[in-house]
Each structure stands twice: as structure tokens, then as C-alpha cells.
């Protein structure tokens, strides 16, 4: 028994040296272990795919351990985080409806199914092409058309999100200016000096203190592959920049399918920030549905 007893200790001090701030770089995912469901997958040649070219499906893929955000739930000191993926989003046919991918911070890996897709009319959202930041559901608090800010007074210039580009994001959260920072370029251009979305607001009430990181995808009517090639991340710093030489390179499409995504219709495909304590999110629905009940025992009892 004290044998069994000593093995605990030590298992629980190596968890919580591992959770304290996490830092971590996939120069693509070639041997690494993520926490994948749905369809996500890798590809033998190191893509992340979270969803191939089929209908109606999703998939998310999450750093498998929990990443200490603060030291407890009512911790309001500052803290910092910084994460940057490659990632590249084919569509097949472009129509009138599709769904997007997500970076994630969540309080389970994975998303409860209600709030699984991540829709964009029904929500708020700008246009058919944008960036946004959701916090605590589906509504973006703040929005972009997908599109970044060239060097040298380039000016603003759009990017498709579903044109099959391999494009960067850069998200930063400086808990003292309780700001989060939204970047996007192509991956070729480096990462823009202007963040294409900048908002003012401070998670530490919303945060728990471990939540996991990750992706979250899902397609609609719109057969769409999303792949990620890259990905860094660091709690409480700059997290690594990526080396694009070593990232692995997209399957090889047919000419035929490039020219049809080139010149048909608008293409529909967000990518969002997407905050989610879920368990806060569920218990607040049950507490509604608890109080209905009370008030129909109430309504029988004493009539209306
Ligand atoms: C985490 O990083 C912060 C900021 O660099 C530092 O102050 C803190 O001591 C670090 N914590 C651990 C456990 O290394
Ligand atoms: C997508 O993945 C699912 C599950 O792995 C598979 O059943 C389906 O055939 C795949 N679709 C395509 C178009 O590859
Ligand atoms: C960029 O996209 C926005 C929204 O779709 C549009 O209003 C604007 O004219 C576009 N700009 C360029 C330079 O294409
Ligand atoms: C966000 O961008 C603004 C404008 O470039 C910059 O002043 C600020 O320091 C950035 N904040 C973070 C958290 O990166």
C-alpha cells in the first residue's frame, strides 16, 4: 500500500509540472498525439485533417492535456497566451451553405453536439468570408471580413478563406490590456503588423483555471476538406514561430476542380475564435429548465 500510495504523488507532480505554462510547436503532425474525434485525422504525410470532403460531418482535434489558464477559478491575476496554425480550407463546389472551423478553448476537449456547428447567418455573422471572435457561444462578438493588412502601406487586401490558400492565423491575448488580437495573412506574406481584429475584453472571469486547446470543424451541405499543417502554442509567452519549409505539403488536386473554385459563386467558410466553458453553458440551460418546472408545480398547486 505504500508503494501504491508514493506512485500517486509522483503521477500527480508530473501532471501539474506538465500543465504549468504549456508551450508547444507542430512544425506539422508527424508523430505527435493530438485528442482527435469525428472524422479528424492525420494524413500520412503529416496534415491534421479535421474533415475530408463529405457532407454533414466534423471533426475536432485537441492538445490532449489541460492547459493551466490561471492559478484557480477566482485567480484575476493577468496572464497571456499566443498561438499560431497553418491551415488551409478546400472546398469542393462553393453553394450557398457551409460551415467553418474553429480555434477552440473549451473546458472538455470537445464541443457539446448543440453547439457543435458553427453557423454563420443564423448568428450575427458579417458576411459569407469572415474572422470572428465568439465568446461563450456562437455569436460573434466581434468580426471581420477574412483579408489582412499588407506591408508597406499595401492597404487592406480580401483573402478567400475556401480558396485552398494555405493561410496563417496569429491569435494573442494580453490579459493587462485585456485584449485578444485576431491576424491573418497568406502564409507566404509573414504575419502582418496590423491584427485584421483587435478586441477589448477580459477573459479571466470567463476562463477556468485548465481549460483545453484545439480545432473544431464541421461541414454542411458544402463538402469542404480543413486541414491544418502547423500549429504553436504558448501559455504565459510568445508562442514559436513555425518553419514553414517543414510543413507538409496539400494533397494534389486536379486541375479541373481549381478552375470550378475559381470562378463559381461566393465562397461561405468562417473561422472563428471560439471561448466556451461548457460546463457553465449547460448548467445555466438545466437552472432555466429546473426553474420552468417550479413554476408549473406552482401554476397546478395555486392555479394560474
Ligand atoms: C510562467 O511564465 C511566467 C511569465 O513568464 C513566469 O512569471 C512564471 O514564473 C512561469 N511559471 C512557471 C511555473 O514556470
Ligand atoms: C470521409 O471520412 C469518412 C470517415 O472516415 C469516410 O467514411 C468517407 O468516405 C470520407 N469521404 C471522402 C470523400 O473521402
Ligand atoms: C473585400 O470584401 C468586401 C466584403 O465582401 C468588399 O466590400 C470589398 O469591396 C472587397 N475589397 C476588394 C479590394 O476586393
Ligand atoms: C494588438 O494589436 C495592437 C495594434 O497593433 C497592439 O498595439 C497591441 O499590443 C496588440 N495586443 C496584443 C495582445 O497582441
Known sequence: MPAMFFKLVILIQATLAVSQNVSFIYNGFRSEYLSLDGVAQFTPNGLLMLTNDSQEIKGHAFYPNPVTFKNSYSDTNAFLFSTTF?????SVLATVSGHGMAFVIALKR??????DT???????DIDNNHVGIDINGLNSVKSATAGYYAENNG?????????????????????????????LAPVSAGKPHAPLLSLKHDLSPILHKTM??????????????HYVLGWSFKMNGQAQELVHSQLPNLPR???KKVSKLLTIGVPVMSLSLVLLPIVGIISAIRRKRKFAELLEDWELEYGP
Do not use: C, H
Open 155 to 183: 492597404g487592406f487586401r480580401n483573402l478567400s478563406l475556401t480558396s485552398g490558400q494555405v493561410m496563417q492565423v496569429w491569435v494573442e491575448y494580453d490579459g493587462t490590456k485585456k485584449q485578444i488580437n485576431v491576424t
Open 212 to 225: 483545453y486547446v484545439g480545432f473544431s470543424s464541421s461541414t454542411g451541405s458544402l463538402p469542404t476538406s
Open 118 to 124: 458553427i453557423k454563420q447567418i443564423e448568428f450575427n
Open 110 to 115: 470537445g464541443i457539446p453536439q448543440e453547439l
Open 253 to 255: 488536386i486536379g486541375g
Open 86 to 90: 497553418v491551415f488551409a480550407i478546400r
